[in-house]
């Protein structure tokens, strides 16, 4: 079973993508983490990526692309995965589509064929995407859900003010230390992050919608009831 999360910054789908790979026994494929693997075990392509990241500047899509099925390729995806933080654009996805498509069987391509999209993979992935599960929330929640957030910078411990609040108000249990709103987490921050995601990665929505493999959950529910209504979909 092969799964594409998506949804808004803050709602929560890299909780659910965790929970989904427990429970079905496939692995969690994060772009964050994957790209923190590459770089750790200094790869080829983590090193190439490290470039951009090291000047601020994104990682290229082809070059994600390639770090991403890198993975799936992998033995542990051959009976599925849950794909969290990618794709984000449309290129990103019919990449993914020509990668992953037409062959049932992980069969190796010649990387030779001009007919590729540049940036796609010398392996392709065999099965295509089953489900692509977009955790909806509204943009207001989000702000509220982030902005509650509190941080403490010396021992990484992290609190919300309304649903898991420090005992003392501003002061982390563990270590004493001052909690702080880190600037990722300040409303007019979040609301910038919205607002590219609406206006790169929600026609992903209607893309998916179109191959008829689209599931909406309501995110703004408990987050055990988010879980029930996507296993409701996936089936148990």
Do not use: W
């Not at 654009?89 to 391509?109: H, R």
């Amino acid at each position: 079973m092969k799964i594409i999360m998506l949804g808004a910054p803050g709602a929560g789908k890299g909780t659910q993508a965790k929970m989904i790979a427990e429970k079905y026994s496939i692995p969690h494929v994060s772009t964050g983490d994957i790209f923190r693997a590459n770089i750790k075990d200094q790869t080829e392509l983590g090193m190439e990526a490290k470039k951009y990241m090291d000047q601020g500047l994104l990682v290229p899509d082809e070059l994600t692309v390639k770090i991403l099925l890198d993975r799936v390729a992998k033995d542990d995806c051959k009976n599925g995965y849950v794909l969290d933080g990618f794709p984000r654009t449309i290129p990103q996805a019919e990449v993914l589509d020509e990668a992953i498509s037409g062959n049932k069987d992980g069969i190796l391509t010649d990387s030779s064929d001009a007919s590729k999209p540049a940036g796609s993979p010398d392996t392709e992935v065999g099965g295509g995407i089953d489900f692509a599960i977009n955790v909806d929330v509204k943009d207001e929640n989000i702000v509220k859900r982030m902005s509650g957030r509190r941080a403490c910078l010396k021992c990484g411990a992290t609190y919300h003010i309304e649903h898991i609040p420090p005992k003392k108000e501003g002061i982390c249990d563990k270590c004493g230390s001052e909690l702080v709103l880190r600037d990722d987490d300040k409303p007019e921050t979040v609301q910038k992050r919205l607002n590219v995601y609406h206006e790169q990665t929600q026609p992903l929505i209607d893309y998916y919608n179109k191959k008829g493999i689209l599931k909406e959950v309501d995110g703004s529910q408990d987050m055990k009831d988010v879980f029930s209504a996507i296993v409701a979909i996936l089936g148990e």
